[in-house]
């Protein structure tokens, strides 16, 4: 029933996608080219180079992709890819699902590794940022789906990985860029890159800023980042990068349907009469050593650092936070014979340590005459050291040219200590250690066709909140949750290569899910509480098509149609076995186009639809489903040889859709109100861009 839904969409494959933009190292383009898609290469964590010889489901962001739109909110390019949905408001409040896991987490992304080159993003509290970092400063995003890669500590809804953008341009290169738009939408950027035989540079700055369409939503961010190679030899180079930024983000918080539909830029009102805020400084800093040992072996070794201080005005308290982690990770890929037989392998091991302080205080903010929040005496604090380590292992074994296996391990021992100073309480906890394997078949009877099977297992670990009682003690009865993954899927070019087509039908059971239940404002514990179940159907299309000599048009279709539901869970005496699963949509569509001219114009187009989203686990309330549409035009030209400029403008939800961009699963009643499920996406928002880029 899935597969016939999706039957339609092999008819349309040749009207959508996105590509990139028609100039290359200052040189004007004559005439339109037909290109053939480009074999995607992956990140040198993975035992293949190429995506197509990969068992698994693995979405791509290039640069083009990244900065396809006002290059500002990474949640539009994200959305591109089928089975993933990440919702945002106002910028710095998001939640990633991968599969509709992670869908009921109240506020953030958690159940998901995130990596910016070897440096995890992800905390010892299991939350992932991955939007701090500028979107022109990443070189490719890899989503991979599902615990298929024993490599990431086999997260449950998949792993995330970051490429920095090390360098831009052989020689130097600087460049200079702007982006202003409706509500006082403005982000400038400064970028200078160098790339010569021993090593490169690229370092940038940003200062992006937005004065909000809702009550109290200013937000304010701007970073520097650094990232290179240095030592570079024929057999070996020595990698580096770092990322600050400072963030102050006003936060509106959701709001009730009433107000939803009839004043959706209305913020809450106790966040609007306490000018509730967000603000941290974040930095992080890696090192990576890539050797070759000799012909058969080589080594990856890096070391990382990552700091957050935090500061959060809330309505009932002021939340002040420290994190500072540390860790090293060490890899091996090397390759042998057995006989005739070709194998290839990864190994390592992966350290992290992760010191957490949090500090409540009250906010006197109804005392302050008005002036927002006040802080004043401690409330709580609370010290959580938390340790692990994964030891992973991959094998690839050719039995021939046209199939192959691959197997893999991954063993995690978590452990943690809590120091609750308000309460008097020390106490230290570790988690049984975890084995999570993979195993995969893959079938190639082509260069240009690839199928494959795999069987993985998957885990994620509690947060903080989770692993507490509401008296602040460790609960020593909540465990991770874990669940096996099938899938079946296929890689295809078609038409000279012109066409390429994935599809992966998928199939998950997740036990002892973790439920994070609400005791106070913003005071949850955890429960495992049964079972949800995972399945569904996707599909992903990226067509080039030759018009004639000045046009081409190129396209991309993506969607993705699951069935999440309870499989076993009761709560509070409540049967809610068989509901559907609160946070995500079962349904979701994305399409785009692009068309190219060889005098440097370009238009495009984006589609997205959004299905039906359960806000409760009763099922009893549902946000609307939307359909967003995008359109944006631009000139690319050569002012002054070696300088080249960009022009665009753009408009976002044409049709002025009104749509909750994040859902607040579970949300109750505050008083008499009802309860607060919904923020508000951007009405129709314009914004215009220009860049300069000087090649030396």
């Known amino acids: 029933m899935i597969l016939k839904k999706y039957c339609f969409f092999l008819f349309t494959a040749f009207i959508f996608q996105n590509i990139s933009a028609q100039k290359k190292e200052g040189k004007k383009i004559d005439s339109v080219q037909t290109e053939k898609l480009k074999e995607v290469v992956i990140s040198s964590f993975h035992i293949n180079k190429e995506i197509q010889n990969t068992p698994a489901s693995i979405g791509i962001l290039s640069k083009k992709d990244l900065t396809q739109n006002n290059t ?58 991955i939007d701090d970092i500028d979107l022109e400063n990443l070189n490719q995003i890899e989503i991979i789906k599902g615990p298929l890669s024993s490599v990431y500590g086999a997260g449950l809804g998949g792993a995330i990985l970051i490429s920095p953008q090390l360098s831009k341009n052989k020689g130097q290169s600087a460049g200079i860029s702007s982006v202003f738009g409706s509500f006082g939408l403005l982000k400038n950027s400064l970028n200078y890159s160098l790339d010569e035989k021993k090593g490169s540079l690229n370092i940038s700055y940003h200062n992006l800023k937005t004065d909000g369409w809702r009550e109290n939503s200013a937000y304010k961010r701007e970073g520097i980042t650094l990232a290179g190679e240095l030592f570079r030899k024929e057999n070996s180079k020595l990698t580096y990068f770092s990322n600050y930024t400072y963030l102050k983000a006003f936060i509106p918080s959701s709001i009730n349907k009433d107000a939803f539909e009839n004043n959706p830029q209305s913020g809450a009102a106790t966040w609007v009469a306490s000018k509730g805020f967000k603000e941290y400084k974040s930095t992080l800093g890696g090192l990576a050593y890539d050797f070759k040992i000799n012909d058969n072996l080589s080594n990856s070794t890096s070391v990382f650092i990552n700091y957050k201080d935090s500061n959060e005005p809330r309505p009932f308290d002021v939340l002040r936070q420290y994190t500072f982690a540390a860790g090293a990770r060490t ?122 099977f795999s069987v993985s297992r998957g885990f994620s670990l509690p947060a903080t909140e989770e692993t507490l009682t509401s008296e602040g003690t460790i609960n020593p009865n909540i465990k991770p949750e874990n669940g096996y993954n099938f899938e079946l899927g296929g890689k295809f070019y078609f038409f000279n290569k012109q066409l390429y087509t994935e599809i992966a039908v998928y199939r998950m059971e997740i036990k ?68 559907k699963l609160t ?92 309860p607060r499920y919904y923020y508000p996406g951007l009405p129709v928002n314009y914004y215009g861009m220009i860049s300069l880029n000087y090649l030396f």
């Not at 990440?86 to 998901?112: D, E, H």
């Not at 589609?607 to 967003?628: C, G, H, K, L, R």
């Open 331 to 452: 890899q091996f890929t090397g390759n042998f014979k057995i006989g005739k037989i070709d194998n290839n392998f990864i190994a390592g091991v992966e350290y992290f340590r992760d010191n957490y302080n949090g500090n409540t205080f009250e906010n006197l903010y109804k005392q302050n005459n008005g002036q927002g929040s006040l802080q004043g005496n401690q409330l709580t604090e609370t010290d959580q050291k938390r340790h692990f380590y994964n030891i992973f292992g991959q094998l690839r074994t050719l039995l021939s040219e046209e199939f192959e296996i691959q197997a893999g391990l991954n063993y995690n021992k978590t452990e943690f200590e809590l120091n609750n100073f308000t309460e008097n309480i020390d106490q230290q906890y570790s988690y049984d250690g975890i084995l999570s394997p993979q195993l995969s078949f893959l079938l190639k009877p082509n260069s240009l066709k690839t199928i494959y």
């Open 72 to 129: 500002t909110d990474i949640t539009t390019v994200i959305n591109t890819i089928p089975g993933v949905l990440m919702q945002s408001s106002n910028l710095t409040t998001t939640r990633i699902s991968i599969r509709g896991i992670g869908g009921r987490t109240p506020y953030g992304t958690n159940k998901i590794r995130a990596f910016y080159g070897s440096i995890p993003l992800t905390s010892g509290n299991s939350e992932t940022v």
């Open 512 to 579: 002892d899910l973790l439920v994070a239940k609400r005791v106070g404002d913003d005071q949850y514990v955890g429960l495992n509480a049964g079972k949800t179940f995972h399945e569904g159907i996707e599909i992903c299309l990226n067509h080039n098509w030759q018009m004639n000599r000045f046009f081409s048009l190129n396209s991309y279709l993506a969607g993705s149609v699951g069935k999440y539901e309870f499989k076993e869970f009761v709560d509070n005496g409540n049967d809610y076995s068989g509901n």
């Open 583 to 674: 946070g995500v949509p079962s349904n979701k569509i994305n399409a785009g186009i692009l068309l190219n001219t060889n005098l440097g114009i370009y238009l495009s187009a984006d589609y997205q639809f959004v299905d039906e989203i359960p806000m409760n686990d009763s099922n009893s309330a549902f946000s609307d489903s939307y359909t967003i549409i995008n359109l944006k035009t631009g000139y690319r030209f050569e002012i002054l040889p070696n300088v080249n400029t960009n022009f665009a403008f753009g408009i976002n939800n044409v049709t002025n859709e009104k749509y909750a961009s994040l859902i607040l699963p579970n949300a109750l009643p505050v008083g008499t109100s009802s």
